[in-house]
């Protein structure tokens, strides 16, 4: 150990450390400037980043003793004590935060910019962030907000951009809102579940199998049990209750037992708690494993071949999922051109900046409690204590903040291990992934292959459609059935097809399980549908955008499930304003050219792609959520619900809502979720269901509680309960004025508490083949993506996105913004960049640096059209938006890449050596 001293936000500081330990770890273990942010280990994402001396570091990987003598300056150092620096301010008003996980790296990346260039063109502002990841996608209000902050600086004059509407606004539905959150997330106060820590915790340690597909010969775990330090060593014989566990079907073993089966690679078999995570480490390298190899199974096609390898004793086979609708022979006869081709998916990955961290701790009474970001808060409650073997409230889940999900949270990662740590040990243990074990064990993006067979008359009529899906879902289940389901009634696209038959097969094999991830299958069959139907237009001699006006789903028409569509059909509308935005600029031609010296040198085109997506579980699921609304003695509002805010404006919506039912300012509602013990069951954040379910719940609550309140001060004033009216934060009565706080003390004081909950329950639907509605809503999407193609790299560039969306009724367009921009970022990614890759069924990026998504200096300029066609049931008319918004960009990239340069993309993402030979007439 050596001395270190050096300055930290302007306080000398010295600290005994060792040579291996990070400045990070001194900032955040010794300092507790929690606001230092560790996203892969690697200096790879820049969540990590401070400065020292003023210039951008990437602390993860920056030995500490090498900050000797320096000035580093965090974000709690960059903050005023007075308010916010102009930075952190413009963050906030620009919406350029979501989950906030990256937020401090990238304000201070910006303030070292500044410093130098005090007013940067968005070229500089590129290159500095370039390196500053954002997987939420806010790249366009990051370099919107950095601009802003550097007028502000440069002329001193106040803060230029969007004006959200005053905390005090009691009216605030439909109007531009900040999210409660941001400055919390600018300031670096906002704590996610690794930045808490208590008296006596221990560490714990996963040992992975390594090996896709084995039976556990041998594990001998004494050595690791001798070692100093080292609190307990747990194997499959400490589990004690379930042994599996899962969110539909329970295959997914807490740990692999001697003589048990090792389905991935990403499989546990022992655990380890020690007083550091370094001895811990230590503890894992000891043990020794032996493994008996299995053929492995790494292809779905192959996994359903009779003669393959057993994935699980019942068979390879998750699901088979069939669609039929209408007679496909007469579909056939009918049609007078016929397509068909096939496409390819891979697996890829979330790349949420923040890993997977639970920490558990036992409780006086004898419980556990577990700090998690977690996205289904008592479906992890109900697992961990079926595999503890003890009753569902012996277990407390506290919801932490989550640094990105996009579905990749749903399922159990370490609160399990580390209630069983607990358990043994009887003190908090706090289990963290690397960002290594990370991308080995949660669920992925399922790789797809996908036929699609169309059928059309000569004016371009759907007739038929026909589609063949295979979808990998890796070693367990998880949400494979689900998904998959998701991707086939969604295959024949958001149009008017009379006959259609889908068969779909999710599959087991040996790769990383495959679950949820933002737009939940529909995704990899928008990619299928909509390159066929483009193929289709150019078949015919149409204009692709006039094939999809055509065959476009309206009130009246039906699904591919032969569910009638009542209400809230934007489509048409999503396509027409879209269109309209591509003739402005003169997207109708083919294509134009770049020259160099007589050459092509690159081409740059339009394409076009449609889409839908569910709201909601639907398929017959019981989809509900409760919520509980509560006045306090100060006349402040508090809205509770198990739901997860993941980054996609969660809280702003539920303030928002409980404010404009109240008629209190939007300042004075808090939200608190995710606390098994305090809140209601609010159900999964997943398929785009919690403004809608969640929203639902909070406004009826809020509608209860306001009645409650009225009739107390009806029978007080003796006057009817209509008589009184509720605005601008507080109860009217004639020209009489109540402040919420009276009116709370009255309600006590009548002996009624100021407090309403509500279960609200989504419209049924029917289960797929039933005949019956399988959603309640759908939200719609157009998009225009432009290209540059150089011919002779086969690099592709996204120039410009035009993003359509039918949103039913826009609740906070400043979210919206936020959704849109980070949607059409992550389809560009799944696009042109992104996959996860597995070989034999190992994986190859085992490391962020091994997985390619998308930086600031790949966004194109974005503009979003807002459509609103209200769904009656919605609040206000709202749904779903927070997946509808990156499924068409992939297909409108790679459109827009075929009439650029006449190579059609059948198999993503596209590879740009291949590209290059293909345009050049060379195999590839």
Excluded at 371 to 398: E, K, N
Aim: charged share 20%; proline share 6%.
């Amino acid at each position: 150990m050596e001395n270190l001293s050096l300055w930290v936000n302007g306080l000398k500081v010295e600290v005994m450390v060792g040579p291996e330990e990070m400045l990070a770890d001194v900032l955040r273990d010794r300092l507790r400037l929690t606001g230092t942010k560790i996203g892969c280990n690697e200096a790879e994402c820049g969540t990590c980043t401070v400065l020292m001396d003023g210039e951008p570091v990437l602390s993860c990987t920056l030995p500490a003793l090498k900050a000797a003598g320096r000035r580093v300056t965090t974000i709690e150092g960059l903050t005023p004590a007075n308010g916010l620096h102009p930075l952190q301010e413009a963050f906030v008003v620009h919406g350029a935060i979501q989950c906030g996980f990256c937020t401090p790296g990238q304000i201070l990346t910006a303030a070292a910019l500044l410093a130098r260039v005090t007013d940067p063109d968005p070229a500089q502002i590129r290159h500095a962030l370039k390196d500053t990841l954002c997987r939420c996608g806010c790249y366009p209000s990051i370099e919107n907000a950095v601009r802003a902050a550097a007028a502000s600086m440069r002329t001193g004059e106040a803060l230029q951009g969007p004006s959200p509407e005053h905390a005090s606004a009691t009216h605030v539905v439909g109007r531009t809102m900040p999210r409660p959150d941001a400055a919390a997330k600018a300031t670096g106060r906002a704590r996610f579940a690794d930045d808490y820590t208590f008296p006596g915790m221990l560490h714990g340690r996963t040992l992975r199998a390594g090996v896709p597909h084995a039976i556990l010969k041998k594990l001998d775990v004494s050595r690791a049990r001798s070692l100093p330090g080292v609190a307990a060593v747990l194997t499959a014989e400490d589990v004690p209750g379930e042994r599996n566990h899962g969110l539909v079907v329970r295959d997914w073993p807490v740990l692999v037992g001697v003589g048990e089966k090792v389905r991935t690679v990403g499989d546990a078999v022992a655990l380890v708690a020690a007083t550091s995570r370094a001895i811990a480490s230590q503890a894992l390298s000891i043990i020794e494993a032996e493994f008996e190899p299995l053929p492995i199974v790494s292809d779905p096609v192959a996994a359903r071949r009779s003669d393959s390898p057993r994935v699980h004793e019942t068979g390879n086979l998750l699901k088979h999922i069939p669609v039929r609708k209408g007679n496909m022979d007469e579909g056939w006869r009918q049609a007078e051109v016929i397509l068909e081709d096939t496409f390819h998916t891979p697996m890829t990955e979330h790349a949420f900046l923040e890993p997977e961290c639970s920490l558990a701790r036992p409780t006086d009474d004898g419980r556990i409690e577990i700090y998690v970001g977690s996205q289904i808060p008592y479906a992890d409650r109900d697992q961990t204590a079926a595999c503890l073997g003890v009753a569902p409230d012996r277990i407390r889940i506290i919801g932490t903040l989550i640094g990105g999900g996009f579905g990749g949270k749903e399922d159990i990662a370490g609160q399990i291990h580390a209630a069983l740590l607990v358990r043994a040990t009887g003190l908090p243990v706090k289990v963290l992934y690397d960002r290594h074990e990370s991308l080995l064990v949660h669920p992925k993006r399922h790789a797809t292959q996908i036929r699609v067979k169309l059928g059309a008359q000569r004016d371009g009529t759907l007739t038929a459609a026909e589609t063949e899906l295979y979808g990998d879902s890796g070693a367990y289940a998880s949400l494979g059935d689900k998904v998959m389901t998701r991707a086939t009634t969604h295959s024949s696209g958001p149009y008017i097809v009379p006959h259609v038959r889908a068969d779909c097969y999710a599959m087991y094999t040996n790769n990383p399980p495959a679950g949820a991830f933002r737009g939940f299958g529909v995704t990899q069959s928008c990619f299928a549908i909509e390159s066929a139907m483009d193929e289709l237009a150019e078949r015919l001699g149409v204009d692709p955008v006039e094939l999809r006006r055509g065959n476009a789903l309206r009130v009246g028409t039906s699904t591919s499930t032969g569910q009638v569509l009542h209400e809230s059909v934007g489509l048409l509308e999503c396509i027409d304003r879209v269109d309209a935005r591509l003739r402005e600029r003169g997207g109708a031609q083919p294509f134009t050219m770049r020259m160099v010296e007589g050459r092509p040198a690159s081409r740059r085109a339009w394409g076009f792609a449609v889409a839908f997506k569910n709201t909601g579980l639907g398929s017959g699921a019981e989809d509900k959520a409760g919520a509980e609304v509560e006045l306090d003695d100060q006349g402040c509002v508090e809205v509770r619900t198990a739901s997860a805010e993941i980054g996609q404006g969660l809280v702003t919506v539920l303030q928002m809502i409980a404010a404009e039912e109240l008629g209190v300012p939007f300042r004075d509602v808090r939200v608190l979720l995710s606390d098994t013990d305090r809140t209601p069951d609010g159900g999964p954040t997943t398929a785009s269901r919690q403004t809608f379910v969640a929203g639902n719940a909070v406004l009826h609550a809020s509608r209860v509680l306001r009645r409650a309140a009225a009739a107390t001060l009806a029978e007080h004033n003796d006057c009817p309960p209509d008589a009184i009216r509720f605005a601008d934060g507080a109860a009217w009565i004639g020209d009489q004025r109540l402040d919420m706080a009276q009116v709370a003390a009255l309600m006590h004081a009548e002996g009624r508490e100021p407090r309403a909950s509500y279960e609200y329950h989504a419209p049924a639907t029917a289960a797929l083949g039933s005949g019956g509605d399988i959603h309640f809503a759908y939200s719609f999407a157009a998009q225009a993506a432009e290209v540059e193609v150089d011919t002779e790299t086969g690099e592709v560039r996204v120039l410009q996105v035009i993003a359509a969306t039918d949103v039913g009724r826009a609740l906070n367009p400043l979210g919206v913004q936020g959704q849109v921009e980070g949607g059409v970022i992550m389809g560009l990614g799944n696009a042109l960049t992104e996959e996860f890759i597995v070989e034999d069924g190992r994986v190859f990026s085992d490391r962020l640096a091994r997985y390619r998504m998308p930086s600031i200096v790949h966004t194109p300029y974005i503009e979003s059209v807002v459509v609103e066609h209200p769904v009656a049931a919605g609040p206000y008319g709202a749904k779903g938006i927070g997946e509808i918004t990156s499924i068409p960009t992939t297909p409108a990239i790679t459109n827009a890449i075929y009439h650029a340069c006449g190579v059609r993309i059948r198999r993503l993402p596209v590879d740009q050596d291949w590209l290059a030979l293909q345009i050049a007439g060379l195999p590839a």
